[in-house]
């Protein structure tokens, strides 16, 4: 494990960005993008990813330079074409267009085809909350999930972030897979050669498993829930309704057809749409009752929720976006922690382009 | 248990409804929005709770001749006040403005104070399947969810209605708690003297606990994911998300203090709103593609995904609304199955007003 500080990885990512021909604008709205999940603690969807992101480009399956462009729209919606960009520039792009709807109308939903991996959704979800608005996010995935009766891979682990303004309380902040385990957790068991508890997983029978490895031998993850007995329909339905939201009502690829984030994994056959989808949202709080007011009592909100009466051996009850705060202020300080594998990961990612800097 | 058929049930109903002081097309639209829960088979929201309202009523706290209100709106949004309505009207009057804000703008989103139980939310999202829209409808409710890491109940059960239109399918119709799972499962085995599944319910320290009356004893519902390894913070967030965009939006009640459904219950003090919470949504599919480009989309992701290799043992994959539907059908034609208390509960109802009929 190695520390590095934000700026000497921003640099080298941003230069890697522009290497591969994105304009400085773009180069650095995706390095902050990337970056924000580092800072959060989400490092699977990190600069881990970058030299994911620059195979997809070298395979042909991501455009440096997008002409990202609404392709229809009403006062409240838009249906954005990423023209094939990288998705943490199609993203902020989307979401800005569901911002400036919502100032004109009260809200503002926009739904993405032709796009690729967006990084975290809370970032997306987040741009949001300096306006006094309501955000979401959303994306589909790749498909590592079964349906509950099922043992065929046929959703992402998408994601729905959703933030929300406070006062003087820090915004509450949602954002997480809509499986009971993210992949990026497995991975982790995966490196550490640990089991995964029961109800992350099944074999490819369907019978639960606690094999870290099982997705490469016909496994599956599993939707929130784990199984049936425990509500595994009702993360299968969230998980469906995301990838409807991103992909059907845009016109991108959607289920099993979702194209792959790791560049050696053809592409899917007979794909339905173009690329991956996602869907943004942002509803103008003052389109509802006034900010202040809103404000006032998210504070009340959370105030209360954290005096919530602790269960034996914990110490406080968090609300959502609390652990992420925290990793950030102290990795803005301290460095963000890279595995040995990962740093080696990007050095040669940047030998690609006589990029130094790690 | 007894059969009735659905015209039955629905003049018996609709009679009470009238005899409160409800209007012909009030008492109309309360009973078809309860017995839609009998009729999907969602039993315990169905005309099983009838004396429930009625105690409401009787108690001051439910309003027969609300005067149903828009507060606050933009194009796009709406805040109603419910004026204390029964539930099953309130809602259906405000998923009516957010269809008719769609028409006008594309989507439209409201925020509902000052109502009570809605019966089912999948009704109400349903309401916007036949405009070719997407229909969206959540509450808040009476507290009985601990957060993860609690042992306080902060709360309700929260469910989440996404009803989507298909073509020649029938549509995807999601619709459930943001717990493990709903209170009226607890209930069943309650009245089977049964055990609960664990991670259903906690006891008064947080500990794992089988006990399907743990409720009474300071116990809690757990949110989905049962506990934090298998994502109970998301279930928690889920639910915190329901309860915002409800109660905090609109100016009801939130959190703890989400006033009871039971009369005898006190409410709660200090309620910083105005009685429960909703919140619904409707997107027209046009403001988006082409709804026939849409359904046809849909009709590909359902049958994808009914294709679905089912698991060992698992006869098929299901779509969300799959269930609900075949119980539909099936009740339509052989009536209504209502246990022997539920009858003479419903009949003491009816002896309060001098309605017979059952």
């Known amino acids: 494990m190695q520390l590095f500080q934000y700026q000497v990885l921003y640099q080298f990512t941003y230069d890697v960005f522009k290497a591969i021909g994105c304009s400085e604008n773009d180069a650095a ?9 580092d800072l959060r603690g989400i490092d699977s969807h990190g600069v881990a990813r970058l030299s994911g992101y620059i195979r997809l480009w070298q395979a042909g399956r991501i455009n440096a ?22 998705g943490l520039i199609v993203a902020p792009f989307a979401m800005q267009v569901a911002i400036d709807k919502a100032k004109k109308v009260g809200t503002g939903w926009v739904s993405v085809q032709n796009s690729n991996h967006f990084g975290i959704a809370g970032y997306h979800a987040m741009m949001a909350l300096n306006e006094d608005m309501i955000g979401m996010a959303m994306t589909n995935a790749s498909a590592l999930v079964a349906p509950t009766f099922s043992v065929e891979k046929m959703l992402g682990t998408n994601p729905i972030a959703v933030a929300i303004p406070a006062g003087n309380e820090p915004p509450f902040v949602a954002d997480f897979a809509t499986t009971t385990a993210a992949n990026g957790k497995l991975e982790i068991l995966q490196r550490k050669k640990a089991n995964a508890p ?8 369907g019978n639960a498993s606690t094999d870290a490895n099982i997705l490469k031998k016909n496994g599956a993850l599993l939707p929130l829930g784990s199984d049936r007995e425990h509500g595994s329909h009702k993360g299968y339905a969230l998980g469906s309704i995301v990838d409807i939201f991103s992909a059907v009502l845009s016109g991108a690829s959607y289920g099993p057809w979702a194209p792959p984030f790791p560049a050696y994994i053809p592409m899917p056959e007979n794909m339905p749409g173009k690329g991956l989808g996602h869907f943004f949202g942002a509803m103008r709080i003052d389109a509802f009752r006034p900010a202040t007011d809103f404000k006032q009592h998210m504070d009340n909100w959370i105030t209360r929720f954290r005096a919530a009466k602790p269960a034996e051996g914990c110490e406080k009850v968090l609300i959502p976006g609390d652990p992420e705060r925290e990793i950030q202020q102290s990795r803005m300080v301290e460095g963000i922690p890279l595995l040995t594998t990962i ?4 050095k040669n990612t940047g030998s690609l ?5 790690l």
Chains 1, 2 share one sequence.
């Open 29 to 37: 709205t995706a390095t902050e993008v990337l970056l924000s999940a």
């Open 65 to 86: 330079t997008p002409s990202i462009r609404i392709i229809h729209e009403t006062p409240s919606t838009a249906v954005i074409d990423g023209d094939a960009g990288l």
């Open 198 to 205: 029961t109800g992350w997983v099944q074999d490819q029978e």
């Open 343 to 346: 740093v080696e990961d990007l």
């Open 353 to 357: 382009f006589d990029i130094k800097g």
